[in-house]
């Protein structure tokens, strides 16, 4: 099967950064869509940023030109880079990520979640 590790997140500042990590692991044939997205309490979960295997980035306007997405194709990981942080950054935030993997004899494509990492932004 296929896991997915989160890390970092925590307490930050307004003003300041924080540095979320994600590596999927498992029985992968490759890799698509890697990305992030966040939910905060009575909201839906919403898409902060994401990535394709060619390097294409995608962002949600709240987010563009401070937070930005990146990944290591090798080791099958994406991170998120959150400066300027604001307290409506609040949030738990999800790694996700498209991919293909081995099932047996097969190769099925799936979308996988994260177990969630929560980021708090507060003085």
């Known amino acids: 099967q296929v896991h997915l590790v989160e890390s970092g997140g925590g307490l930050g500042q307004p003003g300041g950064s924080l540095r979320l990590s994600c590596v999927a692991s498992?029985?992968?044939?490759?890799?698509?869509?890697m990305g992030w997205y966040r939910q905060s309490p009575g909201r839906q979960r919403e898409l902060v940023a994401d990535i394709s295997s060619g390097g294409s980035t995608n962002y949600a306007d709240s987010v563009k030109g401070r937070f930005t997405v990146s990944r290591d194709n090798a080791k099958n990981t994406v991170h998120l880079q959150m400066d300027s942080l604001r307290p409506e950054d609040t949030a738990v935030y999800y790694c996700?990520?498209?991919?293909?993997?081995?099932?047996?004899?097969?190769?099925?494509?799936?979308?996988?979640w994260g177990q969630g990492t929560q980021v708090t932004v507060s003085s």
């Open positions: 498992g029985s992968i044939f490759s890799v698509n869509v």
């Open positions: 996700r990520t498209e991919l293909t993997y081995y099932s047996g004899r097969y190769l099925k494509d799936q979308g996988f």
